[in-house]
């Protein structure tokens, strides 16, 4: 029994001693990217030995890629990752970019509608992050077109993370363990909001999800994919179904806004989407086409969050031209909007297949400890019983979800990491 408990207090001492240590940044790139000789990261894929089709139609599974954002250095990118999960850059130290980004929710966070520092909820739910290196326009209606000028908005929004530029930049330079690490990411006499931005950017575009088993028949082993799957893929790529106009691979996303006609929730009015941040009417109930990687970890689906399962997401194809569209809307619908009238049997076959788009296996770790002391932020999670049920006060939930997270997220973290 003595013996134990000196164990115990021997083990105690040797934990809280390494949580002393100071943090020091990693110097390798995440595992989607490769050092170059100029100490930067590069992408490393297969897609890069592929020509791109980008913008010329659909193409085949071996088509090239978007342009990346990367060339960052490990030390920025690992300093990011201690940025997106600290909510010390809210304005209550409540609510960080992995409170609605969470890795144990496919990086968004299984709500309708996202909550923010003020516990209401904001007008649109909260995209998954994995592969925003490729795109070129962000959020549901594209109207911010990088990562830095993105990420400014959930920062300084007073129902998101509620700071200000003042605060945030003070709040971070007053904190010895911060001004140590963007010293040592930027080797620069001060630090920046520039850097600040620039580095969760750098963490924001390691997150790279292309090694599904989609990906491994893509690059020709044809046994990644059962028949059933192949079966959705087909119907994905049919001209009946014609999903993949839009979501066209490799990411899933031809990166367009399209009118589709897509219902709002509990009769709330008209999102008007790109229609209203672009000035354009044509495009009223306008939405980018997001990418379909990582589709099946992220329900509910769509910007408003409406649809529950892929299943029924995937119905809204084949209720009819329109068939959603409030009464008195003269909406210009998409014309690959139309009525492909799939049977039964297709849907579960698309469903199949948009499983196959699932890779986490370069999941970011979460930190163990930050330097604000607090707890990462996580999502709240939801009463099982159903979606309805949201927390409507953040109050706590940061720590409760970090508790009943945890377990999920050292799961996923002990998966087996796929071939580079
Ligand atoms: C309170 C919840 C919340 C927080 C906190 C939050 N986001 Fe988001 N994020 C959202 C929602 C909701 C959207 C979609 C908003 C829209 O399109 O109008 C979004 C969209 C995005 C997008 C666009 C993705 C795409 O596919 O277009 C990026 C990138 C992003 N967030 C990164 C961040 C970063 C980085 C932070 C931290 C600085 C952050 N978010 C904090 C909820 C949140
Ligand atoms: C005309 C272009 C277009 C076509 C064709 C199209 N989609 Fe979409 N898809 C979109 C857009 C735009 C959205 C977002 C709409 C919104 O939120 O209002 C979307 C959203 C989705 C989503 C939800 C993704 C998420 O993260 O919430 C799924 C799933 C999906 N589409 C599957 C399909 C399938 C399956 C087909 C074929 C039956 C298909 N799409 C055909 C443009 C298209």
Redesign the pocket.
């Known amino acids: 029994m003595r013996i134990l408990l000196f164990l115990w207090l021997t083990l105690t001492a040797a934990s809280s001693a390494t949580a002393l240590e100071p943090f020091e940044l990693s110097t390798f790139c995440p595992p989607a990217l490769r050092l170059d000789e100029t100490g930067h990261c590069k992408l490393h894929s297969q897609y890069l030995a592929y020509d791109s089709l980008y913008g010329k139609g659909v193409g085949g599974p071996k088509t090239g890629l978007p342009p990346v954002r990367d060339g960052f250095t490990p030390q920025q990118i690992d300093l990011g990752r201690y940025l ?1 999960f600290d909510p010390l ?1 809210s304005q209550n130290g409540e ?1 960080a ?1 992995s ?3 969470d890795p144990a929710l496919g990086l968004s966070d299984g709500k309708r509608l ?3 520092v003020q516990g209401t909820e ?6 998954s ?1 994995w592969n ?1 290196a490729f ?1 070129q326009k ?4 594209g109207s911010k077109k990088s ?1 830095e000028a ?2 400014q908005g ?2 300084y929004a007073d129902n ?2 509620g700071n200000d530029p003042v605060t945030l930049l003070a709040t971070l330079q007053s904190n010895a363990a911060y001004a140590a690490m963007f010293k040592a990411a930027f080797e620069e006499d001060s630090l920046t909001l520039d850097q600040v931005y620039t580095a ?1 950017v750098a963490f ?1 575009s390691s997150l790279i999800s292309l090694n599904s088993r989609y990906d491994l028949y893509a690059h020709g082993v044809h046994d990644a994919l059962n028949p059933q799957e192949k079966q959705g893929l087909n119907v994905f790529r049919s001209f009946v179904a014609r999903c993949a106009e839009c979501h066209t691979p490799p990411l899933f996303s031809n990166q367009q806004i399209a009118v589709l006609g897509v219902p709002e929730r509990n009769g709330r009015p008209l999102d008007p989407g790109a229609g209203a941040s672009s000035g354009d009417t044509s495009q009223r109930g306008g939405f ?1 086409v ?1 990418s379909l990687r990582n589709v099946a970890l992220t329900a509910p689906y769509m910007h408003a969050g409406n649809f529950d399962s892929l299943r029924e997401a995937a119905a809204f194809y084949t209720g009819g031209r329109g068939h959603a569209v409030p009464e008195g809307e003269d909406l210009r619908l998409h014309w690959h909007i139309w009525n492909p009238e799939l049977t039964d049997d297709e849907l579960d076959r698309l469903v199949d297949f948009l499983h196959t788009l699932t890779d986490q296996a370069f999941l970011p770790e979460i930190p163990n400890q930050l330097p604000s002391g607090l707890p990462p932020g996580r999502a709240a999670r939801l009463a099982p019983e159903g979606k309805t049920a949201l927390h409507r006060h953040s109050n706590n939930n940061t720590q409760s979800a970090a508790q009943t997270a945890a377990p999920l997220a050292a799961q996923l973290r002990a998966q087996p990491k796929a071939l580079p």
């Open positions: 997106f850059l609510v970019c409170t609605c980004h996202s909550i923010g904001i007008a649109r739910s909260a995209p992050l925003v795109l962000l959020l549901w209606d990562l993105q990420l959930p920062l998101e993370m969760l924001e980018k997001p």
